[in-house]
């Protein structure tokens, strides 16, 4: 498995393909195999899926990261791969990474896709949903391994796949990741964004009241619905994802 070298340890990553570059972002814990229905894109485009800091076959000596640290991380695998421009897609909280890393490097980010992604925590529901995920990592971390990969898939081959990747997260980085979502800001930063914002939304998620927030902030931003899908579209509904994508690359290409 190909790995970029840190100071601080080795960032593991899968690379398939060539041409235009993507790489996803996971949200905490769940490490580069939550983007499993995505890799036929690699048939396509040049797809890297890393394993960040403290998840994942990754190996750090540390286990705290901000989210500018990890954009960091991003900035790295791009030198690293020598890749000029990238389209950052971050799922979940894994969209504040990319919203950073657009917002503090936009000379090498060609568009970002936020997957359920929101500015900040702007709603009592996310908020507690962030807080019941710190509880449980402290002391029900297995089961709620287990329950999130349960809510992404029905395939179990998949789900057990999901489930044991999440096991090697560093308990700390997933504590820690949680925390730095809950206070994760840049909506007054958002007007600075420089490169194309594309947001897709479950219809039945309730993160999609954050279009309002993103519409008020980057007028030109383009917004999809996935329809009868909550927050896990891109295990659920991935061949809609996958060809909304598709359609995208074409738009900036």
């Not at 840190?6 to 983007?35: C, N, Q, S, T, W």
């Not at 901000?66 to 020598?82: G, R, V």
């Not at 529901?125 to 029900?140: N, Q, S, T």
């Not at 896990?232 to 509904?237: A, C, D, N, S, V």
Request: aromatic share 12%; proline share 4%.
């Amino acid at each position: 498995m190909p790995f970029c070298q840190l100071e601080y340890g080795k960032i593991y990553y899968d690379e398939y393909g060539d041409g235009v570059a993507i790489m996803m972002i996971h949200p905490p814990a769940m490490g580069r195999k939550v983007f499993s229905y995505q890799i036929p894109l690699g048939e396509k485009f040049h797809l890297i899926l890393p394993d960040l800091g403290g998840h994942g076959d990754s190996e750090t000596k540390k286990t705290m990261f901000s989210t500018k640290e990890y954009a960091q991380e991003i900035l790295a695998i791009l030198d690293h791969l020598q890749i000029d421009k990238v389209l950052l897609c971050g799922y979940s909280s894994g969209g504040n990474i990319v919203q950073e890393f657009a917002l503090s490097f936009p000379e090498r980010t060609r568009a970002i896709i936020l997957c359920g992604g929101f500015p900040k925590v702007h709603s009592y529901l996310l908020k507690y949903e962030h807080i019941a995920g710190m509880y449980m990592v402290k002391r029900h971390d297995k089961l709620l391994a287990k329950g999130i990969a349960s809510a992404h898939t029905a395939e179990k081959h998949i789900r057990d796949m999901l489930y044991q990747h999440m096991l090697k997260v560093d308990r700390q980085t997933w504590f820690y990741c949680y925390h730095e979502s809950l206070h994760f800001s840049c909506l007054e930063r958002l007007p600075e964004l420089k490169v194309p914002l594309y947001l897709f939304y479950g219809s039945r998620d309730f993160n999609n009241k954050h279009i309002r927030l993103y519409k008020k902030y980057v007028p030109q931003v383009q917004t999809f619905i996935i329809k009868k899908v909550a927050h896990q579209i891109i295990t659920k509904k991935p061949d809609e994802f996958n060809q909304a994508l598709i359609q995208i690359v074409k738009q900036l290409t």
